[in-house]
């Protein structure tokens, strides 16, 4: 099977998935939600050419012996809850989507006209993305339902690890590697070093210990069509095993959770500091005027930092007009080391998406004046 990747920060590349990573991924989340259960209902609201949807929609529901919902696009969030309620599903729903489709849900303003909405959205996963800590509050106190993040990648075929379903699971972490997955944090430079951390004795935990997040696996790709050069720096050998290196940043707590920082082709250099896109977003999404927000790096104007930090901020309605990019910056300033925090906010509309839901960082990026190919 050819998946083509998602080109968040290039070219997409087809992605090689044999029969056998496939089939083992499926099986591995199927473990992951508690193994076979006949009569769950799976929703599908993205695209089934997409690796997630592939696996965690229709391969996982033929695992559980379930039955799939599915959308060709997600509808306008009524429209998506009138169906999801009317239907009969005595044990519930697991629903796989990316953080803004419940965004949306937690957001609508007439979820007292779905009372059978109401704890049947019992199990799910947020992908192709960050699941922010104030969308995950909202969502589960609004609807009863349990939602953790999950973290994958189109060569991983593609879920790599998810939260704990059933448990407490840490805000800020990918949770643990599925059943059969190995990951670790290796030297973002030079791979050969070994592991930083990888949960065994040696292991150096903590964010100052931030690196390169690699698995290694049965749902790893062979490799990419036509692509060997390609191919062989994104899989490597350590330890006599195969490890596809991930291009994503972060770092192994002691308890073996990993927290993800960011793309390594986003990370934005401020004076020599690392910015992580992701942390800035996450805190502007924390303010009470914010809906959305995208972050990226540009060249500074000045020439005297390298790089500066600048946002893309969608308001909430009752907000537009009432704040402005001047008071928004200072008071991240209150609330983020001074070099992490944006130095130009621009106001739009709505945070370009791919089809799947993740952000579109690249597209604000190149559009802008200031960017540099």
């Known amino acids: 099977t050819f998946i083509m990747t998602g080109g968040t920060t290039g070219v997409p590349k087809a992605t090689v998935l044999t029969h056998f990573n496939l089939v083992s991924n499926a099986i591995q989340c199927v473990l992951w939600v508690g193994g076979e259960d006949p009569g769950v209902g799976d929703i599908g609201a993205i695209p089934l050419y997409h690796s997630f949807a592939m696996t965690a929609v229709m391969n996982v529901a033929i695992g559980l012996g379930g039955w799939m919902m599915l959308f060709p696009r997600p509808p306008p969030t009524g429209e998506f809850l009138k169906e999801i309620t009317h239907i009969d599903a005595p044990k519930g729903l697991f629903y796989a989507g990316a953080e803004i489709l419940f965004k949306r849900i937690a957001d609508f303003p007439d979820l007292g006209k779905f009372p059978n909405l109401m704890g049947r959205l019992r199990l799910c996963i947020s992908g192709a993305g960050p699941l922010h800590a104030p969308v995950q509050k909202s969502f589960q106190e609004n609807t009863r339902g349990k939602i953790v993040e999950g973290y994958g990648l189109s060569e991983a075929s593609p879920v790599v690890s998810a939260g704990n379903l ?41 964010e100052e210990n931030t690196g390169e997040i690699c698995v290694c696996g049965p749902q790893v790709m062979k490799g990419y069509l036509n692509q060997p050069e390609e191919t062989v720096d994104t899989i490597k050998k350590w330890d006599g095993r195969l490890w596809l290196l ?128």
């Open 166 to 206: 059933f448990g407490e699971s840490p805000i800020g972490t990918i949770g643990m590697p599925l059943t059969g997955t190995d990951w670790g944090i290796f030297d973002t430079d030079d791979f050969e070093k070994g592991p930083i951390a990888h949960g065994l004795s040696g292991s150096k935990f903590g």
């Open 246 to 373: 991930t291009g994503d940043i972060g770092f192994m707590n002691d308890d073996g959770t990993i927290a993800i920082r960011d793309r390594k082709k986003q990370l934005i250099k401020v004076a020599g500091h690392s910015v992580f896109p992701a942390e800035v977003e996450s805190m502007l999404m924390s303010h009470e005027a914010v809906s959305e927000a995208a972050v990226a790096g540009l060249p500074d104007p000045k020439g005297k930092v390298g790089e500066i930090t600048k946002a893309w901020v969608a308001l909430r309605p009752e907000y537009k007009g009432k704040i402005t990019d001047k008071e928004l910056i200072a008071w991240t300033e209150k609330n983020m080391t001074k070099w992490k925090c944006p130095a130009v906010i621009d106001f739009i509309d709505e945070v370009p998406k791919n089809i799947m839901g993740k952000i579109q960082r690249r597209v604000l990026q190149e559009a802008d004046p200031l960017f540099k190919k």
